[in-house]
Every structure is written in C-alpha cells, then in structure tokens.
C-alpha cells in the first residue's frame, strides 16, 4: 500500500496533508472517547502494541511490489478487533512513520499519503463494524463471513485509496490504470488471507478468555 516518492509531488501535497490531518483529528476523537472507559495507561500499551504489530507486520511479513505500489500483510483487522479503533488508528500511524524514520527515509515524503491510506478504510470497518455486528455479540463469536466483510471493507478502502492517489498525481492514462490494476489484483491475495488471520487471532483470544488482565478491547469478550 506504500505509494512511493514521486507519484503525488510537491505541487499537489496539501490534499494529502489535509486528509491525513483530519485522520489524525479523528482519531485523536476515538482516543479521547477511549478514555471514557479505559484508562490513559491501558490505551497507551495497547496503541504500544499496535504500533509495533505494525511495524513488524511491514518489515516481516512478505511484502512485494506489484504495479505502482507494494502490497503488505498490513492486518488492520487484526489489529481492531483486538485491540479496538483507537489504538489500531494510532498504532498503524506510528508504526508507518517509525519504518520511516528507521529503515526508509525515502517514504517520509509520502506520509501523509500513506497515513490517509491506511486510516480512513480503518474508519470505514468501525462504522461498519457498528452496523452489522450485534450488538450482543462479542467480537470472538464472530463468523467467517462478519470477518470477511470487515476486511474487504478496509482492504478495498486501502485499494481504492491507491488508485486515488495514483490517479491524482500521475492522471487518468493507461499506463497508470494499468499499474492500479496490477496492485489491485495482487492485492486480493491479501483479502483472502487476511480473515483466516484474523480468525485464528480471535480463537487464541477466546482461549485467553479471562487471562489479559484487561490489556485487549473489551468488545473482544463482551457485548457492546
């Protein structure tokens, strides 16, 4: 999902600070409503945690180029349901600006373009996950095709997003459609395995059912 340097210049940066600050204004809000019922401590090791899921799951994980951008494991699902909104939005922020600051100062310049990239689909599943997931139901109950739908939601923003900045700063052209196409086609390798991770994260939660002293999102085990 990394758009690399060079693909949105300079000239036409101030949308994607604008986009990525509102993000990060957004969830400074999930943080903030967070807190209401978790203590600052609790919500600081757990966006800890997301923060170095992250960076692992960048550096890790197989990655590989393929059109205009490099497809990642990124696992935001994982993350969310895990660990919950705010911390996942946190924790993916900071785990893309530390790859950046530590072992690719080249991907600096696309922050913002990266950061909006990979929060606002996570937005999108937290609505999401409000609508179609009951609220009786605890996030380890969930089904294969709840998970499914959550993911295709964040990985087809992540998609979506690509294509837009491509389009953005390089314009509508076959070259550059095609090179989105490659991306998008390599990319649905992630969609199919990013549920079945996500699957077996939440059976080893329901096995720890009682046993993480209150380190993971409460929605995990419990009815909204």
Known sequence: MHIEPGVVDAAKMGLAVTTAAGAIG????????????????????????????????????PHFQAG???VHF?????????????????????GLLLQGLTLAPT??????VNATTLLVPLFAMTALARRVIPADTAYVDLRYTDVLKLSATYQGGVVAWVA???FYGQGIGAESAASVATFAAAYSVVLLV????????????KALRGRTGGFL????????
């Open 74 to 94: 990124i696992l935001g699902t994982t993350l969310f349901l895990l660990l919950g909104a705010a911390p996942a939005a946190i924790g993916l922020m900071l």
């Open 164 to 166: 837009f900045w491509v």
């Open 107 to 112: 991907d600096l310049p696309m922050f913002f």
């Open 26 to 61: 957004y969830t400074a809000k999930l943080a903030l409503s967070e807190l209401r019922t978790a203590k600052g401590t609790t919500l600081a090791l757990r966006a800890a945690a997301a923060t170095i899921g992250t960076f692992a799951f960048f550096e890790i994980l």
């Open 194 to 205: 990013e549920p079945i991770a996500d699957l077996a994260a939440l059976a080893g939660a």
């Open 217 to 224: 999102s409460p929605r995990l085990h419990a009815a909204a």
């Open 68 to 70: 205009v951008s490099e």
